[in-house]
Nanobody
Framework: QVQFEESGGGVVQSGGSLRLSCLAS????????MAWYRRAPGKEREMIAT????????NYADSVKGRFTISRDNDKKTLYLEMNSLKPEDTAVYYC?????WGQGTQVTVSS
């Protein structure tokens, strides 16, 4: 079955960086557009970045544009999210996704 294993979250100071990973299994990873979502405390889940199956085209939410970079390694079946210039409002649980499947997520906490 489809499974995702997100990792790389943690606690970081404002202005810091983290790199999230999502190891996928159970489907043909190299044929699917992938996405990162996040859910901040008390808020709806928000899509923050998508990437085409080729890795050649990506899109970002305005809230992360210019600070986050989505990438993928199809050979490793792994999706990445490089997060720079982190802000306290980036605090959330981060998930990778292909509809309708979700992983457990990884917690990112940014302290001010």
């Amino acid at each position: 079955q489809v499974q995702f294993e997100e990792s790389g979250g943690g606690v970081v100071q404002s202005g810091g960086s983290l790199r999230l990973s999502c190891l996928a299994s159970g489907f043909r990873f190299n044929t699917y557009e992938m996405a990162w979502y996040r859910r901040a405390p008390g808020k709806e889940r928000e899509m923050i970045a998508t990437i085409r199956w080729t890795g050649g085209s990506s899109n970002y939410a305005d809230s992360v544009k210019g600070r986050f970079t989505i990438s993928r390694d199809n050979d490793k079946k792994t999706l990445y999210l490089e997060m720079n210039s982190l802000k306290p409002e980036d605090t959330a649980v981060y998930y990778c996704n292909i509809s309708p499947y979700w992983g457990q997520g990884t917690q990112v906490t940014v302290s001010s």
